[in-house]
C-alpha cells in the first residue's frame, strides 16, 4: 500500500463568543508516498486548519466531528491521528513521522536560543541520539541545505540570519528528523521572488532525495504549477475540486477555480483586463447555506446551488469537482 | 512634451547606524536616484526587499528626510522644493501628496468608524468647515470607493480586506491629493480580491486625473497597472522603461533574472527559470563597483571596478550596467 495520510470527513469547527464557527467542511483526501499535494485557497479557506489537523495542533476549542478520521500510515503500522491525546503519543505526529514549515521564519524560530540549540533540542527529542551526534547532523543539514559556513551558523540566533537563510534553516530542521510526511504552510510566501525559486528548487531537491510526501500550502498558483503533482482547492472551509496540477490548472472545471485563475495578472497578454472573482470572501460566521461559492459565482445553474451542497463529481479517473454544473448536465 | 508633476536628482536619504563620536556611520537606502514621473501617469517601482524601494516613496512624500540632491513637485498651481518643505508649505504638500499602505489590517484605527476614519483628513488639515460640508465630502468619496452609507457607520473589523483596502484609499484621497503612493497596496490580499482593487486605483486615476506611484515587488501586478517601470537594486535605479518596453526587453541581468523567477502558471516550465544565486547584500556593506556584481552570472572585472550609470537610448529605456548592448545579443532572454 502506498498512501502516506488519508483523511475522511474532516469537519472541524471552533467555539468562539459568537458560537460554533465551520472552518472545515466535510473534506477528505489522500496522499501517496512521496506525492507533493499543492492545497490552494485564499484567506479563510480552511487550508491551514486542515494541514495542522493533520498533526493534531489546532488551539483546544477546535472540535472535531465524530466521523472525522485521520490515518498516518508509518513504518510501524498505521495511527489514529485523531485518537492522540497524551504528548508521548503526539510526537510522532510533531516533528516525528510529520514535520511542518511555517510561513513567517522569523516567529518560528525561538529568539533567544540560537538555531543550533534548537535544531539538536528537537533531535534529542525524536532520537536516542547523543548531544555531538545531533550537533554533526544539524551541521549537515544546515550544509545540505545551502547554508555555507554551516559550522558557524549553527550557533548564531534566528535574527542574525536574512530572510530566505532562515526559510532554509527551517527546513533543515524539519527534515532533519527524517519525516514520511512534511507540511510546508505557505514556505516562500514572506520570501522574495529570487529567494523563493531558489527555495522552491531546494524543497524539489530534497523530495527526491527523502522521498517523503509534502502537502504545499500556497494561495499562488504559480507556485503550485512549479511544485505540485496535484491540487486540491478549497474554499470556504470545502474542498471544492482537486485532480492532477495539469488538468486542474489548464481546465479547472469549478467556476472558482476558473475565477482564481482569471484574476491573476499574466505576463504574456498586457492587454488582458483584469477580471476580479466579484464580491468578496463572506466571513466564516455567515456561511452561505448550499454550496458555499454561489454568493459569488457566475455560473449558477438554479435553486439547488442555494440550498444543497454539491457532492464531489469525479470528471475523470484523477479530476474532481463539486459543482452542481456537472451534476445536472449529467456528467 | 507632458507635464513632470514629481523630479527627482540625485536624491539619497541616508540614516545615520551608530558608530563613535568621531566617526558616523551610515546607511544609505536611497543612493543618487533621479526619476521624472509624468502628471496623470502610473509609475512603478519594483525591487525586492531592502532595495529602498519604500524609503525612495516616502522621500518623495518627505516623510523621511532628504539628506542630498533634490526633488521637486510642481503640479501647475504650486511648485515645491521637497527637500526643503516646512512650516504651512509642508501641510499644503500632505494635501497634496498622500500614501496608502500596504497592510490594510493595521492602517485603519478599530476605534473609530469608517466615516471618521475618511474624515478625519479633512479635519486635521482644516478643508472642510462645517460638518455638512465634512460629511458631503466623506460620502461623495465614499461612493467612488463603493462604499455605501451603511458602511459609513461601521467599524473596520466588520470589513473584509478588499473593503478595508477601499477604506484606506478613501481616506488617502479625501483631501484631494494630486500624487499618491501606493505601497503594496494589494500585497496582503487575496488573489481574487486583488484585481478588484487594482482596477478600482486605475478607474481612479483615470477619472480624477491623478498620479500615482505604484510600489510593488510582484512585477506581473506592475506589468498590468503601470505605465513606466522603474527597478531598483540596494538603493540605485538600475533599469527604467515604458512598461511595455521593458517587458518586451528586459536589460539589466537583475530585471532579467527577477522576470525569469516570477513561477509560472505553465507546470511544464519547471525547471526553466534561470536562477540567481545568492541574496541582496546588506546596505551597511555594499559591494565595489556595480552593486549587483556579487549575484551577477555575466560579472567581469569592471563591474567590479567601476560603478555603471544609468545610459538610455533616447527611446525612455535607460539601464545601468556595463556589458547590456552585448549581452542583449549574445545571452537570449
Known sequence: M?????????????????????????????????????????????????????????????????????????EDGPVD??????????????????????????????????????????????????????????????????????????????????????????????LSTKPKLLIADEPTTALDVTIQAQVID?????????????????????????????????????LIEEGPVREVIRTPKHPYTQGLIAALPKLEDLDAPLTPVPGDIPSPLERPPGCVFHT????????????????ELAIDDTHKVACHIYSEAGV | ????????????????????????????????????????????????????????????????PITEGHA???????????????????KDYRKRAQLIFQDPYAAL??????????????????????????????????????????HLR?????????????????RALVSGPQFIVADESVAALDVSIQADVLNLLKQIQSEMGLTFMFISHDLSVVAHTCDHVAVMYLGRLVETAPTRQLFAGPRHPYTRALFSAIPSLDPDDRGKAQKLTGEIPSPTNQPSGCKFHTRCPFAVDQCRAEEPQLEGDGSGHEVSCHRWKELMETVPA
Do not use: W
Open chain 2, 109 to 150: 484605527s478599530p476605534r473609530m468608524t469608517v466615516r471618521d476614519i475618511i474624515a478625519e483628513p479633512l479635519e486635521v488639515m482644516g478643508i472642510t468647515r462645517t460638518r455638512e460640508e465634512t460629511d458631503a465630502r466623506v460620502r461623495e468619496i465614499a461612493a467612488k470607493c463603493r462604499l455605501n452609507l451603511e
Open chain 2, 72 to 90: 521637486r513637485y510642481s503640479d501647475g498651481e504650486v511648485d515645491l522644493d521637497i527637500a526643503s518643505l516646512e512650516g504651512p508649505a509642508l
Open chain 1, 296 to 311: 459569488r459565482c457566475g455560473q449558477v445553474v438554479g435553486a439547488a446551488c442555494s440550498s444543497v451542497a454539491p457532492e
Open chain 1, 81 to 174: 491521528v485523531l485518537s492522540l491525546r497524551k504528548p508521548a503519543e503526539l510526537k510522532v505526529v510533531r516533528g516525528g513521522a510529520v514535520s511542518m514549515i511555517f510561513q513567517e521564519p522569523m516567529a518560528s524560530f525561538a529568539p533567544a536560543m540560537t538555531i543550533g540549540k534548537q535544531m539538536i533540542e528537537q533531535l534529542q527529542l525524536h532520537s536516542d541520539m547523543s548531544k555531538a551526534q545531533a550537533r554533526n547532523l544539524s551541521v549537515e543539514m544546515l550544509d545540505r541545505v545551502g547554508i555555507s559556513d554551516a559550522g558557524k551558523r549553527i550557533d548564531q540566533y534566528a535574527f542574525e540570519l536574512s530572510g530566505g537563510m532562515r526559510q532554509r534553516a527551517m527546513i533543515a530542521m524539519a
Open chain 2, 1 to 64: 512634451m507632458t507635464d513632470i508633476l514629481i523630479r527627482a536628482d540625485g536624491l539619497s536619504v541616508g540614516f545615520p547606524i551608530g558608530g563613535g563620536i568621531f566617526r558616523k556611520d551610515v546607511l544609505k537606502a536611497v543612493n543618487n536616484v533621479s526619476v521624472s514621473i509624468e502628471k496623470g501617469s502610473f509609475f512603478g517601482l519594483v525591487g525586492e526587499s531592502g532595495s529602498g524601494k519604500t524609503t525612495l516613496g516616502r522621500a518623495l512624500l518627505k516623510a523621511v
Open chain 1, 202 to 238: 531546494l524543497m524539489k531537491d530534497l523530495v527526491d532525495e527523502f522521498h517523503m510526501g509534502i502537502i504545499f500550502i500556497t494561495h499562488d498558483l504559480g507556485v503550485v504549477a512549479q511544485t505540485a503533482d496535484r491540487v486540491n482547492v478549497m474554499y470556504l472551509g470545502r
Open chain 2, 154 to 170: 461601521r467599524f473596520p473589523h466588520a470589513f473584509s480586506g478588499g473593503q478595508r483596502q477601499r477604506i484606506s484609499i478613501a
Open chain 1, 2 to 74: 502506498n498512501t502516506l495520510i488519508d483523511v475522511q470527513n474532516l469537519t472541524l469547527q471552533f467555539r468562539t463568543d459568537e458560537g460554533l464557527v465551520t472552518a472545515v467542511d466535510n473534506v477528505s483526501f489522500t496522499l501517496d508516498k512521496g506525492e507533493v499535494m499543492g492545497l490552494v485557497g485564499e484567506s479563510g479557506s480552511g487550508k491551514s486548519v486542515t494541514a495542522k489537523a493533520l498533526m493534531h495542533l489546532n488551539a483546544s476549542n477546535a472540535v472535531y466531528s465524530p466521523d472525522a478520521k485521520i490515518t498516518l500510515f508509518t
